[in-house]
T-cell receptor, first 115, second 112 residues
């Protein structure tokens, strides 16, 4: 099956710093990738749709200037959390939808802790 | 607005018992998927159901899509500790071909 990787798997940073998370599609090219965040014991919340070669589409309530998304190639999307605060601490997960299907293949997630 | 509800929200059972998890909506979905997520990992796709009334089996797991394509169920027979995890149903968003809407999840704990 499809394989999606994320890096890093976990990161601890100080308040006010920026953190970049990478999502790579290893098995196929993806013009679209999705970024989610998940709080403990809760479901996934879609943050934004990453579009290769164009601007990301953000969900309502998600600050685009805080969560910068870059989809520079057909296999790589990055999410940068700028000026991180403790409330940004969460589990961030990306997914890749194979073309022609309704399914999503998820990365292993990145645990962000802001101190 | 398309919404998916799941019940129960939490479930703790003994090994060997059977259980059913439900996913419901007032909206029609072209397809529904079921995922399982273990702590600290990303969700893993279990199955996709597309046709109303469809039943799919995956070892001890049986998935059913409602005739009206508004609901789905997941039945686990003889649950094992390895079945422990968060079960999520998801449906294709009508407004976007690739986007999916997730239910709130059912957290299952199987006690040895």
């Amino acid at each position: 099956g499809a394989v999606v990787s994320q890096h890093p798997s976990w990161v601890i940073c100080k308040s006010g710093t920026s953190v970049k998370i990478e999502c790579r599609s290893l098995d196929f090219q993806a013009t679209t990738m999705f970024w989610y965040r998940q709080f403990p014991k809760q479901s996934l919340m879609l943050m934004a749709t990453s579009n290769e070669g164009s601007k990301a589409t953000y969900e309502q309530g998600v600050e685009k200037d805080k969560f910068l998304i870059n989809h520079a190639s057909l296999t790589l999307s990055t999410l940068t959390v700028t000026s991180a605060h403790p409330e940004d601490s969460s589990f961030y997960i990306c997914s890749v939808p194979p073309r022609g299907t309704y399914e999503q293949y998820f990365g292993p997630g990145t645990r962000l802790t802001v101190t | 607005t398309q919404l998916l509800e799941q019940s129960p929200q939490f479930l703790s059972i003994q090994e060997g018992e059977n259980l059913t998890v439900y996913c419901n909506s007032s909206s029609v979905f072209s397809s529904l998927q079921w995922y399982r997520q273990e702590p600290g990992e990303g969700p893993v796709l279990l199955v996709t159901v597309v046709t109303g009334g469809e039943v799919k089996k995956l070892k001890r797991l049986t998935f059913q899509f409602g005739d009206a394509r508004k609901d789905s169920s997941l039945h686990i027979t003889a649950a094992q500790p390895g079945d422990t995890g968060l079960y999520l149903c998801a449906g294709a968003d009508k407004t976007s071909y690739d986007k999916v809407i997730f239910g709130p999840g059912t957290s299952l704990s199987v006690i040895p």
